[in-house]
C-alpha cells in the first residue's frame, strides 16, 4: 500500500520570504499524480498544485512550484513571497493514474506559520 | 456553479444517535468520495461511489457505516449508533471522471457527545 509521509510537523517563515515543505511517498507503481493542497482555518480544502509523474519538468503554480525527485520519491513544495493568506495546514497527496478507486492518499499535513 | 455542498457543516450527536451527512456534489460530476479526518491528521479515504453504485468502500468501517449515491439526489453518508471515537471532519469531494479532478466540499464536523 502506499504511503506520504511529511516530516515537518510545522514550519514558520517571515513574510515575503520562501519555504520549503517536504514530502516523501512509496509506492510500487509508476505512474500516479502527486498533489498539494492547502487547508486554511476555514477546513475548505484547496488544490494547490499537482504533479502527473510521468512528466519530468516540475509543476509551478504563480508563487508556488514543487521539487518532483521521482527515484527518490520526493515531492517538495516551494512557495515564494510568502503571503500572510499562505498561512494553513498544508498537506501532500498520491493518487494512482489507474483509477479512482482508493482515492487520495494523504499526508498528515504540515502547519505553516508566517511571521509578518 | 456552487461547487461541493455538504451540509450540515456542525452536527452534534448523542452517542447511539445516527448521523447523516449529505454531500451534492459539482454538476456534472457522476464520482463521489467521502473521507475522515481526525484531530491533527490528514485526510483518509473511506468510499468511492459512481452514481448508484459502491465502488470501493474499502476505507470504512464494515459496521455501523454505509454510504449511497441514488440516481436523484445527493450522496450520503449514514453513521448508524454513533460513539465518540466518531467525532471527526468528514469530507466529500466530486468528480467528472474519477481521476484528478477532483473538488473537495467544506466538510462536516461531526461531534459526538
Known amino acids: 500500500a502506499q504511503t506520504v509521509t511529511q516530516s515537518q510537523p510545522e514550519m514558520s517563515v517571515q513574510e515575503a520570504e520562501t519555504v520549503t515543505l517536504s514530502c516523501t511517498y512509496d509506492?510500487?507503481?509508476?505512474?500516479?499524480?502527486l498533489f498539494w493542497y492547502k487547508q486554511p482555518p476555514s477546513r475548505q480544502m484547496i488544490l494547490v498544485i499537482r504533479q502527473e509523474a510521468y512528466k519530468q519538468q516540475n509543476a509551478t503554480e504563480n508563487r508556488f512550484s514543487v521539487n518532483f525527485q521521482k527515484a527518490a520519491k520526493s515531492f517538495s513544495l516551494k512557495i515564494s513571497d510568502s503571503q500572510l493568506g499562505d498561512a494553513a495546514m498544508y498537506f501532500c497527496a498520491y493518487m494512482y493514474s489507474g483509477g479512482g478507486a482508493d482515492g487520495l492518499t494523504f499526508g498528515k499535513g504540515t502547519h505553516l506559520i508566517i511571521q509578518p | 456553479n456552487a461547487g461541493v455542498m455538504q451540509n450540515p457543516r456542525h452536527l452534534v450527536r448523542r452517542r447511539g444517535q445516527e448521523a447523516r451527512l449529505r454531500c451534492s456534489p459539482m454538476?456534472?460530476?457522476?464520482?463521489v468520495y467521502w473521507y475522515r479526518q481526525l484531530p491533527e491528521e490528514g485526510l483518509k479515504f473511506m468510499v468511492y461511489?459512481?452514481?448508484?453504485?459502491?465502488?470501493?468502500e474499502s476505507g470504512m468501517p464494515k459496521e455501523r457505516f454505509s454510504a449511497e449515491f441514488p440516481k436523484e439526489g445527493p450522496s450520503i453518508l449514514r453513521i448508524q449508533q454513533v460513539v465518540r471515537g466518531d467525532s471527526a471532519a468528514y469530507f466529500c469531494?466530486?468528480?467528472?471522471?474519477?481521476?484528478?479532478?477532483?473538488?473537495f466540499g467544506s466538510g462536516t464536523r461531526l461531534t459526538v457527545v
Open positions: 509506492t510500487s507503481e509508476s505512474d500516479y499524480y
Open positions: 454538476k456534472g460530476h457522476s464520482h
Open positions: 461511489l459512481q452514481k448508484e453504485n459502491i465502488i470501493d
Open positions: 469531494a466530486s468528480s467528472p471522471t474519477g481521476f484528478y479532478g477532483y473538488t
